[in-house]
Structures are given as C-alpha cells and as structure tokens.
Nanobody, 126 residues
C-alpha cells in the first residue's frame, strides 16, 4: 500500500504561481504511473496531468503551457509546477498513483478508487 501526502497549496492572485508536492511512503515511486487531479465542490474530479514510468507526460488542454508535472524518484516525490494561474484553476488538488502497475496511464486509468490517493491540498486563485 502506498500513502501519498500533498503539500504546497495556498491562495494566490490571478497570474501567480504555485508548486504542489506529493511525497510517497515508498522508495519505488518510479515504478508507478502517477498524476494530479483536481475537484471543486459538486463537480466530478478532473485529471490535470499524468506522468508515465518513463517520464513521458500528458496534460489536459486547459493547463498545457502553464502546468508542468515532474517526479524525483530519489526523493519519492511528484510535483506540479503551476504558472499563470487563473481563478478557474481553483480546486482541491489530489496526487494519485496507479495501483495495477501500468507503465502508461490515462486519466481514465488513474480515476479509480482502487488507486492510491492523497488527502488533497487546496489551491485558491483570486
């Protein structure tokens, strides 16, 4: 079982930047396809970005060019660098690790309750 803990959320002004971090309880983070989701109240959670075992990345269109997902296997950490933040980026952000061992994973692969999820960190842009 993998435990994930996010940090780095907060309140920023429109156009500001934040970097979210997600630290895993295992030292084999490189063996997981991982991603970031976000959710606002009364809405479905939304896959924001994912990173495969080989480091290849994917993003939803609304964050391309503004957000960067990365991982540091030595630190057992996943990151989400968010630049040019907009009010519509306001949400609770969650880190997720895919549990079935897929090398590459889509948002659909990650959006399963059987995967490993962190408790979330709130991002507010005003």
């Amino acid at each position: 079982h993998v435990q994930l803990v996010e940090s780095g959320g907060g309140s920023v002004q429109d156009g500001g930047s934040l970097t979210l971090s997600c630290v895993a309880s295992v030292d084999t983070i490189g063996r997981y396809c991982m991603g970031w989701f976000r959710q606002i109240p009364d809405k479905e959670r939304e896959a924001v970005a994912s990173i495969a075992m080989d480091g290849s990345t994917s993003y939803i269109d609304s964050v391309k060019g503004r957000f960067t997902i990365s991982r540091d296997n030595a630190k057992n950490a996943l990151y989400l660098q968010m630049n040019s933040l907009k009010p519509e980026d306001t949400a609770m952000y969650y880190c997720v690790a895919e549990a079935a061992g897929l090398s590459y994973c889509s948002g659909k692969d990650l959006d399963l309750s059987d995967n490993y999820w962190g408790p979330g960190t709130q991002v507010t842009v005003s």
